[in-house]
């Protein structure tokens, strides 16, 4: 089955850094890739959807020059959060969709970012 | 006309029993309606999903329903299992739109 992997799973780190997020889809090649914010027992929030080569397409309220996306690859999207501080902990979440059909989007395991 | 509303909150039943959860959506231009199976502390996970062209999809435990002119559709666990205590989101999409997320069913099965 598709495989997206996401790292790190956990980071903590101060307040004001910068802090990079990998998506990877591992046994297929994704065209668009996605980033989701989650907070403890709410739903997924989508922050932008990024297509190799071109610019995100960021949510409404989704600060891009906070969160800034990168897929340079049709296997590798990144999210960099900067300048983070403890209103950015959450839980962020990748996932990525097929090329080759029209399967859903899969999803990576997460990242917990923690700021100090 | 985006949401996808989903209910209950939360949901108790007993190791056995037969575990529903509803969504209900308004766009008619989705065309795709998946189900996913979130752990704590892990990424959401495909469970099952169905076009509005069928009215009822099984897989296993699994089954989805499906009832276009009312705009709704719900996922029946049967045989619920305590490993299935998980939180469940429903969404809607269509191809190449981007999913739509139900606000989630936490369950939790007893023994």
């Known amino acids: 089955g598709a495989v997206v992997s996401q790292h790190p799973s956990w980071v903590i780190c101060k307040s004001g850094t910068s802090v990079k997020i990998e998506c990877r889809s591992l046994d297929f090649q994704a065209t668009t890739m996605f980033w989701y914010r989650q907070f403890p027992k709410q739903s997924l929030m989508l922050m932008a959807t990024?297509?190799?080569?071109?610019?995100?397409?960021?949510e409404q309220g989704v600060e891009k020059d906070k969160f800034l996306i990168n897929h340079a690859s049709l296997t590798l999207s990144t999210l960099t959060v900067t300048s983070a501080h403890p209103e950015d902990s959450s839980f962020y979440i990748c996932s990525a969709r097929d090329r080759s059909d029209h399967q859903p989007q899969h999803f990576g395991d997460g990242t917990r970012l923690s700021i100090l | 006309q985006q949401q996808v509303k989903q209910s209950p909150q939360s949901l108790i039943v007993q190791k056995g029993g037969i575990s529903i959860i509803n969504c209900a959506y308004e766009?008619?231009?989705?065309?795709?309606f998946p189900w996913y199976q979130q752990f704590p502390g892990k990424g959401p996970a495909l469970l099952i999903a169905?076009?509005?062209?069928?009215s009822e999809k099984k897989e296993g435990r699994f089954t989805i329903s499906f009832n276009k002119s009312a705009k709704q559709f719900s996922l029946h666990i049967m045989d619920s299992q305590p490993g299935d205590s998980a939180t469940y989101f429903c969404a809607a999409t269509s191809w190449t739109d981007k999913l739509i997320f139900g606000t989630g069913t936490r369950l939790q099965v007893f023994p």
């Open positions: 990024s297509n190799e080569g071109s610019k995100a397409t960021y």
């Open positions: 766009n008619t231009a989705f065309d795709y």
């Open positions: 169905i076009r509005p062209d069928v």
